[in-house]
């Protein structure tokens, strides 16, 4: 997984925005592929708190307004596994099973979970909140484990 080389704390919470958009539009994804039940409730229900997390990030954040801050941020996170919405794109539209539904948002909410985890040995002010939504992304991890251990 590439790491975006984020220098300050404003970046990390303008790229840890779009990360937690890009997963609530995922779970929005995967619940309309789930159809109904319980695993289009979880997908619905994790989008909506994904919403939530971005809406932490958001309010935390200076978010400058300077021309090309937004775009800086998306190029810096280019490659990145966490981001990519072309990417993001390409994988779900091989995501036809609820094996594989499942098996995504694991592997996603991993990803994301080891992001912040790199992010907080860089000492940014939002230190509290990174461990908050580790545990966030954590408890994510484990409701869909739950899930799939029970198909």
């Known amino acids: 997984m590439k790491i975006p080389d984020i220098q300050s704390s404003e970046e990390f919470l303008a790229l840890a925005a779009l990360i937690e958009r890009s997963g609530a539009e995922m779970y929005k994804t995967l619940a309309g592929k789930a159809g109904a039940g319980e695993m289009a409730a979880l997908f619905t229900q994790l989008a909506a708190e994904e919403e939530e ?37 390409g994988e779900l539209a091989y995501v036809d099973d609820p094996e594989d539904s499942l098996n995504f948002a694991i592997r996603r909410e991993l990803d994301t979970i080891l992001f912040y985890k790199r992010m907080l040995q860089k000492g940014f002010d939002a230190k509290q909140i990174i461990e908050d939504v580790i545990k966030m992304e954590e408890e994510h991890f484990y409701r869909l484990h739950q899930l799939k251990e029970s198909l």
């Open 53 to 89: 997390h971005e809406k932490t990030f958001l309010s935390l954040g200076k978010m400058s307004h300077e021309p090309g801050f937004t775009e800086g941020i998306l190029k810096k996170s280019e490659g990145s596994d966490l981001f990519s919405s072309e990417r993001l794109s």
